[in-house]
């Protein structure tokens, strides 16, 4: 596709391979607020779009991985299911743990992230329930054909996805942007990390459904 400044963020990640990356390295939200243009959503913060279209030319120009966005609706189930729920139920246990270890032995420090982990915790368990909703209720329906049928519970999934961003914002607030600071240890540094990933694959997970499955779902 022809990639021009007018262009919404959720039309760009869903075509270009790698384009998700190169908007969340920047802070672009592309998934729950995917509809604004690039031109717009860079002037919001205060980044040079046509610096921003190079950067996603040379990206996308190398980038070997198909657009998964262009997968058949049974596929892009399928990979929403392997790459994504699969992976929020492996990771967030540990980075709950990580979590944890690092309030309990630095709690004495004004740099402490208090109240992460109950944070994550809480995270979880509206995820997992949110997962759950689509494996057993709206994903059958999809792949038994009925997905124009589906439009309540799609509504339902995409006004939570409104809620994990929320979520987000809160995580990466308490996390201090997912910067550790000079005193901290190696649990608490690759705690950072691991968080900025799971803040990466959440916003990669909830674009796909808004922007490509559920739309295609519910035409048919």
Known sequence: MQ???????????????GASRVFHRHGLDFCCHGQVALEDACRERGLEAQSLLAELEATCSSAPEPAVGELGLAELVEYV??????????????????????????????ECPRGLAAHLERMAESLELHMQ????????????????????????????????????????????DYVPPECACNTWRALYLGLAELERQLMEHIHLENNSLFPRALKG
């Open 81 to 110: 299911l392997e790459h994504f729920h699969a992976a929020h139920r492996e990771e967030l246990p540990r980075l709950i743990a990580m979590a944890r270890k690092v309030e309990d032995v630095h709690a004495g420090k004004s």
């Open 3 to 17: 990639i021009t400044s007018t262009t919404t963020l959720a039309d760009l990640a869903v075509h270009l391979p």
């Open 133 to 176: 909703k689509e494996e057993q209720i709206l994903f059958p329906q999809i792949l038994a054909g009925r997905g124009r049928h589906a439009a309540m519970p799609i509504s339902v999934m995409e006004e939570e996805h409104v809620d994990h961003g929320r979520n987000l914002e809160r995580l990466r607030a308490l996390a201090t």
